[in-house]
């Protein structure tokens, strides 16, 4: 098999789908301590429902070659809503690091795309 942008282009989105599925996930079982990060950030129940829905979905996009765009578009809307978040909240770099390697593998994935 020949190694080409495209095969490391679809290895990089199954790496972000698999990221944002399990995020998903957790969003959407709410466990205590995701639970209150949310409440102490100031946003409502439903939100954590939103968040987790939006990240399962931006993972069925990216798993298309036809809907990566939309996946990568989406995961970006929600990666720079997670930092605006983080940082309002000043919140330390633990809590950063995970966003900034998320933010990296999409902004990796996108130029491997558009190259």
Not at 22 to 49: C, H, I, M, S
């Amino acid at each position: 098999m020949a190694w080409n942008s495209a095969s490391f282009e679809s290895i990089l989105a199954m790496i972000v789908a698999a990221l944002f599925a399990v995020a998903g996930v957790v969003n959407l079982t709410r466990p205590g301590a995701v639970k209150r990060d949310f409440a102490r950030w100031g946003y409502p129940a439903w939100f954590q429902w939103l968040c987790g829905a939006l990240e399962l979905l931006s993972a069925a996009l990216l798993l298309g070659q036809q809907t990566r765009v939309f996946g990568l578009t989406l995961t970006g809307a929600i990666m720079l809503g997670a930092f605006f978040t983080l940082l309002r909240n000043r919140e330390p770099f633990g809590h950063l690091a995970p966003a900034l390697v998320f933010s990296a593998l999409i902004v990796v994935t996108v130029t491997v795309r558009f190259l």
